[in-house]
């Protein structure tokens, strides 16, 4: 079993910044792929990134790029989802989820991953 737990969320103005973790416990894999996404009201889950089989590389979302990084964490099994010059449509509440993707797998697909967590909620304002 793999427990996921997000944090750092909060309320923010536009341009302003926010640091994301995701820590994993449980029997997870060095080759496990962390990643993060998103759910605004009334939409759906969208693909924010992918810290892809513990650093081999890092995929974004189009919507993201340039303006948010993933990074290993300093604890164990920890990403870090740093976000720069948020906007008010970044307003989302944030899920981490893990699996064992290979590499040619679809990262931004979320039935890719099997293990979720309860999501921190990101606020900005205008």
């Known amino acids: 079993q793999v427990q996921l737990v997000e944090s750092g969320g909060g309320f923010v103005q536009a341009g302003g910044s926010l640091r994301l973790s995701c820590a994993a416990s449980g029997r997870i894999f060095n080759d496990w792929t962390l990643a993060w996404f998103r759910q605004a009201p009334g939409k759906e889950r969208e693909f924010v990134g992918a810290?892809?089989?513990?650093?081999?590389?890092?995929q974004y979302a189009d919507s993201v790029k340039g303006r948010f990084t993933i990074s290993k964490g300093n604890a164990k099994n920890t990403v870090y989802l740093q976000m720069n010059d948020l906007r008010p449509e970044d307003t989302a509440l944030y899920f981490c989820a893990a699996g064992r993707l290979i590499l040619t797998a679809p990262y931004s697909n979320e039935r890719m991953y099997g293990y979720w967590g309860q999501g921190t909620q990101v606020t900005v304002s205008s």
């Open positions: 810290f892809v089989r513990s650093g081999i590389s890092t």
